[in-house]
C-alpha cells in the first residue's frame, strides 16, 4: 500500500508521497519495503499508487516484477486501495504490507509461512517510539484476532502491518465499500472476525517493525530503526 499523502508529514509531502520519503540519501521508505520483500523470496509485486502516483511510477521505472496500481481516490484509506489491488492480485494468496512501515525481512517470511489469513503481531515492540499511537490487537481464542483498532481500551498486542491475505479481503473491502465511503484495513479485518471467519495471528514479538506516521517517528526511524534494518538486509 503507497497510495497515501501521509498529511502528518508535512511540509515533506507537501511535494512528494509519503512511500517516496526519504530515510538515508535518496533511500526511500519505499526502497527498504521492496528490499525486505525481496529479501524473502518474493518475484511478483503490486504496489497501489495514488497521492503524487507519477512519482512513484518515475521512481520505480526501472525496476522489474512490479505492477502498479493506481487508486485515484486515495483519500478513502487503505481499505480502498486494497480493493483497487483486486484487478492485478485476483484469486491468489498474496502478502499485504504497508508502505510507510519498516519491517525486516523474516517479518514477511513469518507472515507467508503461517499462510492467509494471518496478521504479524508483536507483544512488545521494541523500535516504535510512541505504541500509543500504533493499531492494537485483540486477540480471542486460539490466538485469533477479535478485534484491531488503534482506539480499542483493552487489547493483547500490537499490529505491524504485514499480513498473509486471500481474497477474502477483497470480498470483506468490497462489501464495506457499499456501506461506507472510506474504509481502512483493519475494518476489513473486523468485518471478517465479526463473521466468524478465522483470522489468525503469528507472534513477531523481538522482530523489527516500525511505522513512520509523523516527523518525530521519522527522525526516530532514521536514528534508530534504519541501521538494524539496513544490517538485517546485508547493506553498510
Known amino acids: 500500500?503507497?497510495?497515501?499523502?501521509?498529511?502528518?508529514?508535512?511540509?515533506?509531502?507537501?511535494?512528494?508521497?509519503?512511500?517516496?520519503?526519504?530515510?538515508?540519501?535518496?533511500?526511500?521508505?519505499?526502497?527498504?519495503?521492496?528490499?525486505?520483500?525481496?529479501?524473502?523470496?518474493?518475484?511478483?509485486?503490486?504496489?497501489?499508487?495514488?497521492?503524487?502516483?507519477?512519482?512513484?511510477?518515475?521512481?520505480?521505472?526501472?525496476?522489474?516484477?512490479?505492477?502498479?496500481?493506481?487508486?485515484?481516490?486515495?483519500?478513502?484509506?487503505?481499505?480502498?486501495?486494497?480493493?483497487?489491488?483486486?484487478?492485478?492480485?485476483?484469486?491468489?494468496?498474496?502478502?499485504?504490507?504497508?508502505?510507510?512501515?519498516?519491517?525486516?525481512?523474516?517479518?514477511?517470511?513469518?507472515?507467508?509461512s503461517s499462510g492467509p489469513l494471518t496478521l504479524c503481531v508483536d507483544r512488545e515492540p521494541r523500535y516504535l517510539p510512541d505504541p500509543d499511537e500504533a493499531t492494537k490487537v485483540r486477540l480471542g481464542p486460539g490466538g485469533r484476532v477479535e478485534a484491531i483498532g488503534k482506539s480499542l481500551s483493552t487489547w493483547d498486542a500490537y499490529d505491524t502491518g504485514v499480513f498473509a491475505c486471500n481474497e477474502l479481503m477483497f470480498w470483506a473491502a468490497e462489501e464495506l465499500s457499499k456501506r461506507r465511503f472510506s474504509i481502512t484495513i483493519s475494518d476489513c479485518v473486523n468485518f471478517l472476525a465479526a463473521r466468524g471467519v478465522d483470522f489468525k495471528t503469528a507472534d513477531a514479538t523481538g522482530l523489527l517493525w516500525s511505522d513512520v506516521d509523523t516527523l518525530d517517528a521519522l527522525e526516530h526511524a532514521r536514528k534508530e530503526v534504519l541501521p538494524a534494518l539496513l544490517k538485517r538486509l546485508g547493506s553498510r
Open 1 to 112: 500500500m503507497a497510495a497515501g499523502r501521509g498529511e502528518r508529514l508535512t511540509p515533506i509531502t507537501d511535494h512528494k508521497p509519503k512511500a517516496l520519503v526519504e530515510m538515508s540519501g535518496s533511500l526511500t521508505l519505499l526502497d527498504l519495503a521492496i528490499r525486505s520483500l525481496r529479501a524473502t523470496g518474493l518475484e511478483e509485486l503490486v504496489i497501489v499508487i495514488g497521492y503524487m502516483g507519477h512519482k512513484v511510477e518515475e521512481a520505480l521505472a526501472k525496476q522489474e516484477g512490479i505492477r502498479l496500481i493506481k487508486n485515484p481516490e486515495y483519500w478513502r484509506e487503505n481499505g480502498y486501495s486494497l480493493l483497487r489491488a483486486r484487478e492485478a492480485v485476483g484469486s491468489e494468496d498474496f502478502i499485504l504490507v504497508m508502505g510507510d512501515h519498516l519491517f525486516e525481512p523474516r517479518l514477511a517470511s513469518l507472515a507467508a
